[in-house]
């Protein structure tokens, strides 16, 4: 599988982003798909997961702010970002796995390279 990330920027805090992620290459029918982040000098971390059948969960850092959806005609996952504050800046990855999803992200064998994202407070 190939992931290509795209829709980052820069933009002030409480504004909005829309970030996409298209896929080429899956032939897994149930599959996982998941946006992680990291900022400068921490870990990587979950920010929104969805699932084969459209299921999403995202993380309490971001519910209320973050949607996560799919469109499987067009093999592309979004994260809708909004109230951006901040502390959401870093770079986000688009990441694939096979089967049901988990928030480990050692579980997801396939990433993209990642887009990068700027909230000037």
């Known amino acids: 599988a190939h992931l290509v990330e795209s829709g980052g920027g820069s933009v002030q805090a409480g504004g909005s982003l829309r970030l996409s992620c298209t896929t080429s290459?899956?032939?897994?029918?149930?599959?996982?798909m998941g946006w992680f982040r990291q900022a400068p000098g921490k870990g990587r971390e979950g920010v929104a997961i969805i699932e084969s059948d459209g299921t999403p969960s995202v993380a309490f850092s971001v519910q209320g702010r973050f949607t996560i959806s799919k469109d499987n005609a067009e093999n592309t996952v979004y994260l809708q970002m909004n109230r951006l504050k901040a502390e959401d800046s870093g770079t986000y990855y688009c990441a694939v796995k096979p089967g049901v999803c988990w928030w480990n992200q050692d579980r997801f064998p396939t990433w993209g390279q990642g887009t990068q994202v700027t909230v000037s407070s």
């Open positions: 290459g899956w032939t897994y029918d149930q599959h996982c």
